[in-house]
């Protein structure tokens, strides 16, 4: 089975902190993603990446940069922590290439900015 | 505008009921895939079923299949013999092929199973 492992269920941090979401997958997948999910709002793309070193904006990538220094690897920045991004973080990974692939979500990380 | 629509926010359903979650879509790419999502109060997103837009038949994994009406570009997820544990947040969501690997999401359907 696919594992997407976020590196924590609850983080709270403060604002203008930097904050940093892991994010491993032990697949072997190309393509990785990161979400935020809100209330009434659904999943929103923030940056998706498809091998490594690459990156690229997805729908909200305001506030936020990313780093993929190994495949496996995806991690989410928040470069000055805001009240407003507090939220839920969902990283997902999937196989490039084949239409059919799901992406595999990991367990989220529920993020409150104080 | 959006691309997924999921119009019903919330449904109660009694168990063992068979209950339809409604999916409508609006693309122009002939080749595109759709998904379905489940995800308990946990929070963890799990996979439930694939259906592209070239398939012939619907798709079907165990008590989910998909309704598939592609002139209508609707795709409802139905889960037959509802059980308690269904109970969660349902997304469609739409992959086109002309955009790479990202997928598109719906705003949800919340499903509660009464006992």
């Known amino acids: 089975d696919v594992k997407v492992t976020q590196s924590s269920r609850y983080l709270v941090k403060r604002t203008g902190e930097k904050v940093f979401l892991e994010c491993v997958q032990d697949m072997d997948h190309e393509n990785m993603f990161w979400y935020r999910q809100d209330p009434g709002l659904g999943l929103r793309l923030i940056y998706f990446s498809y091998d490594v070193k690459m990156k690229e904006k997805g729908d909200i990538p305001e506030g936020y940069s990313v780093s993929r220094e190994k495949k496996e690897r995806f991690s989410l920045i928040l470069e000055s922590a805001s009240t407003n991004q507090t939220s839920m973080y969902l990283c997902a990974s999937s196989r490039g290439g084949r239409g059919n692939q799901p992406q595999h979500f990991g367990d989220g990380t529920r993020l409150s900015i104080l | 505008a959006q691309k997924i629509t999921q119009t019903q926010p919330g449904m109660f359903v009694q168990e063992k009921e068979a209950v339809t979650l409604d999916c409508t879509y609006d693309?122009?790419?002939?080749?595109?895939?759709l998904f379905w999502y489940k995800q308990p109060s946990s929070g963890e997103m799990i996979f439930l079923i694939y259906q592209g837009s070239y398939d012939q038949q619907n798709a079907t994994e165990g008590r989910y299949s998909l309704n598939f009406q592609k002139a209508r570009k609707s795709a409802n997820l139905v889960i037959s013999a509802s059980q308690l544990g269904d109970s969660a947040m349902y997304f469609c969501a739409m992959r086109e092929e002309n955009r790479d690997d990202k997928i598109i999401f719906g705003k949800g359907t919340r499903l509660h199973i009464l006992p």
């Open positions: 693309t122009s790419d002939p080749s595109y895939g």
